[in-house]
């Protein structure tokens, strides 16, 4: 599948990096990114919410989009929609913000660019099949370069940008105030621990409010209560044990971190700035995930600079074959998050459909 083949190109180029083909590559980074934009931009009806972004640029003269969509998102269909009927044009803007934001921070900030961009693809895709949470996200990442800087007028500006697009982009503000921070080994796990108790406690509050008869207040936490299985490969599944199955490998590298990696938190600043936002996205995770999955979407803003963090853990060690084998774990780990994020939306990615070839019949999302 094309997926899993531009995914171990990645991988393989991510290997020749960390063996010393780091300069050589850092040549040829834009390469990669222009590949991703181009699959981006000319897909035709790949992806999630396909139809109901295209209808919104189809009849956008409709006032209920104004009320339905964020005004960004609006109204960027509604300018293109202004000259052109061309879709493709709105998913070409859109793709020009993501990967050009992208590419900008992870050129500055990433120690190991392609390892970063292997995890991006991994976790995300790519951000090959975005939706305007995506633009957001991406806006939000750029916006890491005033958190660095302490320039806070100019990151909460972006902010606002990403709100245009996505009005769950408001709850990043916290991110500039936390970068700077220090934790101990005890407040790290401390809140994590925490973490887990609320959540308990919210999925206990929610079966009980379940129970009893509240009308509408018990129809609601019922409701939230079952919303899991809606979102899990096996209907069975409570938001619940969606957060415990989630939450493992977070909750790993967590330990990993406070285990071995603690000195590379206290002495290096963008380090521990990106665990410390890190560190915010996975209590979120811990915390809302049983009261509702897709509410839990949120803690993505945060956890999103996994990919700028991960990197450190190869680097940190002296010996190659070290560095080799880490990558290897990491490797194969997003292989899985790749298989898992496909499988679960798998008719909507594959085949890969293209302007060029619409007549191509395929299950539309």
Request: glycine share 4%; charged share 15%; aromatic share 22%.
């Amino acid at each position: 599948m094309y997926l899993y083949l531009v995914y171990f190109i990645i991988a393989l180029l991510a290997f020749f990096e960390i063996n010393g083909g780091s300069s050589l590559l850092k040549k040829v980074l834009v390469v990669p990114f222009l590949i991703l934009f181009v699959l981006a931009s000319i897909r035709w009806e790949r992806g999630t919410d396909w139809l109901s972004y295209i209808t919104l640029f189809e009849n956008v003269d409709n006032v209920f989009y104004l009320l339905a969509f964020e005004p960004g998102f609006y109204y960027l269909n509604y300018i293109v929609a202004s000259f052109s009927d061309n879709y493709t044009i709105v998913l070409l803007l859109q793709a020009i913000i993501i990967y050009v934001l992208h590419f900008y921070v992870i050129k500055k900030y990433s120690i190991s660019p392609f390892v970063t961009l292997m995890i991006w693809f991994g976790f995300y895709i790519g951000s090959i099949f975005f939706v305007r949470f995506h633009v957001a996200l991406a806006i939000t990442l750029f916006s890491f370069i005033f958190i660095v800087d302490r320039k806070f007028w100019k990151f909460f500006i972006c902010v606002l940008v990403a709100f245009c697009f996505h009005r769950s982009a408001i709850l990043f503000i916290p991110a500039y105030f936390l970068f700077d921070k220090t934790f101990t080994r005890r407040q790290l796990l401390l809140g994590m621990v925490v973490s887990f108790f609320l959540s308990a406690l919210f999925e206990i509050g929610l079966n009980f409010l379940g129970q009893i008869n509240l009308g509408i207040i018990s129809e609601k936490a019922s409701t939230y209560s079952e919303v899991g299985s809606e979102y899990a490969e096996e209907p069975t599944r409570s938001a619940f044990q969606i957060m415990l199955i989630g939450s493992s490998y977070r909750v790993l590298l967590l330990l990993l971190i406070v285990g071995f990696y603690y000195d590379l938190y206290k002495e290096n600043v963008t380090f521990r700035g990106l665990l410390n936002i890190y560190f915010v996205g996975m209590c979120l995770f811990i915390i809302v995930t049983p009261v509702s999955v897709s509410v839990a979407r949120m803690s993505q803003y945060y956890e999103y600079f996994q990919f700028l963090m991960i990197p450190y853990f190869i680097l940190r060690f002296e010996y190659r074959s070290n560095r080799n084998l880490v990558l290897l774990c990491i490797m194969l780990f997003y292989l899985m998050r790749l298989k898992s994020n496909v499988s679960f939306y798998e008719d909507l990615y594959v085949p890969y459909k293209t302007i060029f070839n619409k007549e191509l019949p395929v299950e539309i999302g």
